[in-house]
């Protein structure tokens, strides 16, 4: 055992504290700017619209303040990264869940079992359904003979979360630690010796979670997967001393006497970040441990990240609603926390809003200029864009582009060694992104209508491929027409980035010979930015939804 054992401390609010002086001092200068943009309209309508700017830009800010403050942080820590790497005199025994179903790959496999570590099991979780996935698994323990062990279920309950407390619960006893590798996840020799050593070290771990970089054998995987590791290099690693650290599900190493006591993984889709907040409220706390890196695979196709992108936010919804508010009320975790856990899941979010944004400003906008023909709308309508005059100045313009390049901050250290490449990203993830949010609005409302979710692998080989975005592609037909009609650019290039839809889900339309058409919808906001300053704040709320959503 390490000597010297020491608690994980309490998070410090310096950055938390620093995004909300950075946001009130940033928007108190723009007070009076707001108020007499509200105060000066003289119709109701316009009022209304007014107040939905202001709303919309103090809020654009606030998320842009932490997004520049959460990198700041960030990169200054992995300049330096604390790095607790201690010889251990001890070795306590490890279990390594391998989960899986029906995307079982080798490689990863292979990985787990060529370990550095003196006492480690490997099993694999099988909740494969097709004959020839079963098959494959029984192929490598017939290789591997006692080296591996499969542990399958005859009732398949729980999702994910289930298979694990399946597995805890027949072999948790004979571990200490037991870590999670997911299917598509390729681990570094030395990756349990590396992780076992930083829970040794603190008394009150819960779980060590490592770092990622991914990787991609697809070429829609090589052209979208760069926002993983911005993710993983320039987003967490100031969540250890300033935010909630958070459980990913795979990649990392967990107390089994922890887990065991929070009752096991909470049995929702998911459970990784329920499983985090129930640790955290028992008293236990997560690491970060951001110079021990697992590779993983980003989404394959188009299809596959939808697939993911429906998890995700399907899942995380239902851990608010239902798991949140005890994390909210429980005295043993800081405020600190309890802020971050709920800014970084509601980033996901933000495009709902922006497209609620978008709609009601074109339908308000459609409503004065073109439907109503009387003299009084009219006039309304003239005092309304000469109201808005004053963000076209220096500052106002300043404000906008605050809030469009702070959501691309992450991209700065790949944009020095790599301008190029990180150009054609933003090209292409602006209408990727942006083709989804429709897909986003519908999930939420399908998971508050029916509380249901379902939990497909992102890697499920035996998924057929569906046709995928036709409806999608159907209503951008009529958004774009719509914002043609109202030549408004940014509804434009929302209605684009949807009519792409069916040809991203497509397998024989190649990435490469779309290029242009990618380029398209983040052109067209460009273009919307050089326009009317209605058009201006509509487009930078693109940048905005686009910039956040992959976090």
């Not at 480690?120 to 192929?139: K, M, P, Q």
């Not at 250890?240 to 929702?268: D, K, M, T």
């Not at 906008?365 to 100045?393: R, Y």
């Not at 040809?503 to 990435?511: G, H, I, P, Q, Y």
Request: charged share 15%; with cysteine.
């Amino acid at each position: 055992m390490i000597r010297n054992q020491k608690n994980i401390e309490q998070p410090s609010s310096a950055m938390f504290f620093t995004i909300f002086v950075l946001w009130i001092g940033l928007n108190t200068c723009f007070a009076n700017r707001y108020l007499s943009l509200v105060v000066s309209q003289c119709g109701v309508l316009t009022k209304a619209v007014a107040l939905m700017i202001v709303s919309w830009l103090i809020l654009t800010t606030f998320y842009a303040c932490f997004h520049i403050v959460s990198f700041v942080f960030s990169f200054i820590l992995s300049i330096n990264p604390q790095r607790v790497l201690p010889t251990l005199s001890n070795v306590p025994p490890v279990a390594i869940f391998y989960t899986c179903m029906n995307d079982m790959n080798p490689t990863s496999v292979k990985g787990c079992l060529s370990q550095d570590y003196h006492d480690f099991t490997v099993y694999i979780l099988d909740d494969s359904t097709a004959a020839e996935e079963l098959e494959r698994i029984d192929a490598l323990k017939r290789e591997y003979g006692g080296k591996l062990k499969i542990v399958r279920r005859t009732i398949r309950k729980g999702f994910k979360a289930g298979n694990l407390n399946n597995a805890l619960k027949f072999y948790g006893h004979k571990f200490k630690y037991f870590c999670v590798v997911d299917a598509d996840e390729v681990i570094p020799s030395t990756f349990l010796r590396d992780l076992v050593s930083v829970a040794e070290s603190y008394e009150n771990v819960g779980f060590v979670q490592a770092g990622h970089t991914q990787y991609s054998d697809s070429q829609y995987g090589y052209l979208t997967g760069d926002g993983i590791d911005l993710h993983w290099s320039y987003f967490l690693p100031a969540r250890n001393r300033f935010g909630f650290v958070h459980f990913y599900g795979h990649g990392a190493l967990l107390s089994v006497e922890a887990v065991q006591s929070v009752g096991g993984f909470p049995e929702v889709v998911s459970e990784d970040i329920a499983l985090a907040a129930k640790l955290r409220q028992a008293g236990y706390r997560g690491y970060f441990a951001s110079h021990i890196k697992s590779i993983e695979e980003c989404p394959r196709s188009y299809e596959a990240f939808r697939r993911r992108n429906n998890r995700i936010l399907s899942g995380t919804l239902q851990f608010l609603v239902s798991y949140y508010p005890a994390f909210w009320k429980s005295r043993e975790v800081s405020a600190v926390e309890k802020i971050d856990v709920l800014v970084s899941a509601s980033v996901m979010y933000l495009p709902v809003l922006f497209l609620a944004f978008l709609l009601t400003l074109n339908g308000c906008i459609f409503f004065m200029s073109k439907v109503s023909q009387s003299s009084t709308a009219t006039q309304e309508w003239f005092l309304f864009n000469a109201s808005l005059d004053p963000l076209c100045h220096w500052d106002g313009i300043f404000l906008v582009f605050f809030t469009i390049f702070a959501s691309f901050v992450y991209l700065i250290p790949n944009t020095i060694r790599h301008p190029k490449k990180v150009f054609f990203y933003v090209l292409r993830m602006g209408a990727v992104h942006l083709s989804t949010c429709l897909l986003t609005v519908v999930t939420i409302c399908r998971w508050l209508t029916y509380r249901h979710n379902s939990f497909v692998p992102t890697g499920d080989r035996t998924q057929s491929v569906k046709p995928v975005g036709y409806m999608e592609s159907l209503i951008g037909s009529i958004l774009t027409c719509f914002g043609l009609f109202l030549t408004s650019i940014p509804l434009c290039a929302v209605g684009a980035s949807l009519m792409l839809t069916p040809l991203l889900a497509s397998s024989r339309f190649k990435m490469r010979r779309m290029s242009l058409l990618l380029c398209m919808p983040v052109l067209l906001t460009v273009l919307g930015i050089c326009g009317t300053p209605v058009e201006f704040v509509a487009a930078a709320g693109i940048f905005a939804s686009v910039g956040l959503v992959h976090h």
